[in-house]
């Protein structure tokens, strides 16, 4: 019993420590002046596991956390040390600036701009309708985080003037590290497509499937195209000829297999049926890990679809079952001090907002306050979650990480650049 009590107390001394340590960087910052801060070596993570809930904004967290009784895997545990919020602009986000003095519970959107009519976010098929787009939508916004570039909106790891940018999943399987995509959306998906492939277009889904066959993963699930559906055989041998053990069911799906590809109908975020993001989830993270580490980008692609709906439960829903992916990864993870998990968004969808300070909100009472200012993609600010000592990445970049209301601000590029910099 004495050897558990001091175990645990080591635990919780090392962890305050840490977050003492981010404290101290924050001060340091805010207050404009400098204290002499320790040198970290440079270390890196042999595995890194990126989480993107879809459409997942700052408030569309909370109220899922109050929903859930006042806690979630991905904002409460110890082992979560750095909380930054991040912006999500693409190169073609026009709207209003970003209003740093409210609160930032606040959505930060000028209500009068929403008048809850469709807002002029879109895109055209070229990805080059530059100026008539507000807000990023989800090509411009998974390019971003997975290449560390800004771009227009619908390119794919592509550069306003169509050229291909190396994604994060290219540099690591360069590095010799086995790499994943597995989201709930279809595997075509804008968010899965900009680490998989290069197109100019995100609704060119043939040339995203004949893009996606060139990728480097290892493993790629997720819900099978209606383009793949009707030319099944086709992309079935195209696939097949780039060693993928192609599959259509979870049960079919085998951790022996040299590599995957695997269309799987309704993944749900929960519940009786299966397979569930999380089952999934575990099972990219066994068949991934080997001496070389690798590179997982898991996807909760629906929170954005019914955050459009304003469907709040919905909403909720689908963040709670993004959680619990993202808790089963964090278990799967233990003591192993050897992997970096990092969760963020694309962007916001809906401009979600409170009708009262959701302090003082309830799982009983959260959902009637629950009040929606858009039905498209907004600019309000998303999280960025890390599991894993960062402190060498803050130092070294301290200068260009803005420090306000006791929170670091990032962006996708800031993002992209700190799970670049831990994997080399
Ligand atoms: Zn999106």
């Given amino acids: 019993m004495k050897k558990i009590i001091i175990f645990l107390t080591l635990i ?107 807002s002029p976010y879109g895109s055209d098929s070229l990805g080059t309708s530059g100026n008539i787009t507000l807000y990023t939508d989800s090509a411009a ?68 499937l004949q893009s996606i066959a060139t990728s480097p993963a290892d493993l790629i699930i997720g819900q099978e195209p209606s383009e793949m559906k009707n030319n099944r055989s086709t992309y079935t041998s195209l696939y097949e000829s780039k060693g993928f053990d192609v599959t259509f069911k979870a049960d079919d799906l085998d951790i022996n297999s040299s590599r995957i590809f695997s269309a799987i109908p309704g993944i749900l975020p929960q519940g009786i049926f299966t397979p569930t993001l999380e089952d999934l989830t575990i099972f990219s ?67 979600l907002s409170f009708l009262q300070d959701p302090s003082t909100l309830t799982k009983e009472t959260v959902i009637e306050n629950m009040k929606w200012l858009s039905t498209n993609h907004s600019r309000s600010l998303v999280r960025v979650d890390v599991s894993g000592d960062v402190r060498e990445y803050l130092q070294k970049y301290e200068d260009e990480l803005n420090y306000i209301y006791d929170k670091y601000y990032f962006d996708h590029i800031l993002v992209n650049r700190m799970l670049r910099y831990y994997l080399s």
């Fill in 285 to 351: 993270l066994d068949y991934l890990d080997n001496d070389e580490g690798f590179f997982l980008m898991v996807e909760g692609a629906n929170i954005d679809k019914q955050a459009h709906a304003n469907q709040s439960i919905l909403v909720i829903e689908e963040t709670l079952g993004f959680d619990h992916a993202i808790n089963a990864a964090r278990h799967w993870v233990g003591d192993r001090k050897d992997t970096l998990i990092v969760i963020t968004a694309d962007h916001e969808t809906g401009a």
């Fill in 12 to 118: 919780f001394t090392s962890v305050f420590s840490l977050k003492n340590d981010y404290q101290a960087f924050a001060n340091n910052k805010e207050d404009g002046f400098s204290i002499s801060l320790p040198t970290y070596e440079h270390k890196t993570y042999k595995n890194v596991i990126l989480f993107i809930g879809d459409g997942m904004g700052v408030n569309t967290v909370e109220a899922t956390r109050i929903y859930n009784g006042g806690d979630l895997a991905m904002t409460d545990y110890l082992d979560f040390e750095l909380l930054a919020y991040s912006r999500t602009d693409s190169i073609t986000s026009t709207g209003f600036a970003y209003d740093e003095s409210k609160n930032l519970i606040d959505p930060g959107v000028n209500e009068e701009l929403y008048d809850g009519t469709p």
């Fill in 141 to 208: 916004g998974g390019t971003a985080l997975a290449t560390g570039q800004l771009t227009t909106n619908s390119r794919l790891a592509m550069d306003q003037f169509g050229n291909p940018i190396t994604s994060i999943l290219e540099q690591a399987s360069g590095l010799g590290k086995k790499t994943g995509v597995l989201t709930s959306d279809t595997i075509d998906g804008a968010t899965p497509a900009a680490f998989l492939s290069h197109v100019g277009a995100r609704h060119d889904k043939s040339g995203i």
